[in-house]
């Protein structure tokens, strides 16, 4: 069974960076395939919210509450995906999910903590 795994969360001050990671343990698609490649995120008592999604149109597409701050890129040829996150703030604090959407399936990350001090 194809497993995603994350890397890159832990604890920053408000205002600081983070770069994660999510790659999968094989091969999902090939580069010229159609899928699409997100980040999600769930905070303690609150509902898991999609934060960036990239597909393989190259299109994007970000939550209002990280506009200018996250960005979300991918490694087709690594079935890999990154999500760059920049003036973090407490309001960020949460597990971050990847996930990937390829020929009708879903395939998610175990999660990563990202835990922003004010």
């Known amino acids: 069974?194809?497993?995603?795994?994350?890397?890159?969360?832990?604890?920053?001050?408000?205002?600081?960076?983070?770069?994660l990671s999510c790659?999968?343990?094989?091969?999902?698609?090939?580069?010229?395939?159609?899928?699409?490649?997100?980040w999600y995120r769930q905070a303690p008592g609150k509902q898991r919210e999609r934060v960036a999604l990239i597909n393989s149109s190259e299109f994007t597409?970000?939550?209002?509450s990280v506009k200018g701050r996250f960005t979300i890129a991918k490694d087709a040829a690594?079935?890999?995906?990154?999500?760059?996150?920049?003036?973090?703030k407490p309001e960020d604090t949460a597990v971050y999910y990847c996930?990937?959407?390829?020929?009708?399936?879903?395939?998610w990350g175990q999660g990563t903590q990202v835990s922003?001090?004010?």
């Open 61 to 64: 597409n970000y939550a209002d």
């Open 99 to 107: 996930n990937i959407q390829y020929m009708g399936r879903n395939y």
């Open 78 to 88: 690594q079935n890999t995906v990154y999500l760059q996150l920049n003036n973090l």
């Open 23 to 38: 790659a999968p343990s094989e091969t999902i698609f090939s580069v010229n395939s159609i899928y699409a490649m997100a």
């Open 116 to 118: 922003v001090s004010s």
């Open 1 to 19: 069974q194809v497993q995603l795994v994350e890397s890159g969360g832990g604890l920053v001050q408000a205002g600081g960076s983070l770069t």
